[in-house]
């Protein structure tokens, strides 16, 4: 009689054994131990140049921050010669007679900028979006303006002598009065809509 009675709690040990092992954890954690999840939704406020002082535009400015938001940016009459803005963020921000001699804004988003005036002198534009842009009276003596888009641009009496405008769109851009001596045009789209040989 003593040995079935310790084969039976031999058979309820490793029951027990294996209901632990195999069947509790795929069950339901008991009420105590479940803990409520709260779910929180934070959002930054997205700052850009158009809510930044003067200040602030040019510490990002000098930066070596890759992400350089300056979205309705007033820096006119400011000198931000040989900065490096690449893919910076300039759309609707306002450069008047400003300088940017030698400044490096390949790829970045000028759209509807206002660079009336601004001396542009050797400034990298290549792949620069500077659609709707406002750049009349500007210098863009020796500009690379390569593969820029200049769409419905306004560049009336701009200086464009030896700039670079090879591959660039300038469809509907206005050039009334612009000095092109020595600019470079090939396999642009002028604004007429054709493409220059």
Known sequence: MKHNFNNSWRQIGWFILVFFLFFLPCSA?????????TRINIKA????????TR???????????????????????????????VSADLSEAS????????????????????????????????????NNANIKN?????????????????MNKAILIDADFSGANLTGATMEGAKTNGAVFKNAIMPDGQLHP
């Open 29 to 37: 954690p008991p009420a105590f131990a479940q803990t409520p999840t």
């Open 45 to 52: 406020k997205q700052i850009s140049g158009g809510d930044m």
């Open 55 to 85: 200040e602030q535009c040019l510490q990002l400015i000098n930066s070596v921050s890759l992400s350089k938001d300056l979205r309705g940016a007033k820096l006119d009459e400011i000198d931000i010669s040989g900065k490096s803005l």
């Open 95 to 130: 450069l008047k007679k400003s300088i940017l001699k030698g400044t490096k804004l390949g790829r970045a988003n000028l759209t509807k900028a206002n660079l009336e005036g601004a001396i542009l002198y050797q400034a990298d534009l290549n792949g620069a979006k500077l």
């Open 138 to 154: 500007a210098n863009l003596i020796k500009a690379n303006l390569k593969n820029a888009l200049l769409i419905g641009a306004d």
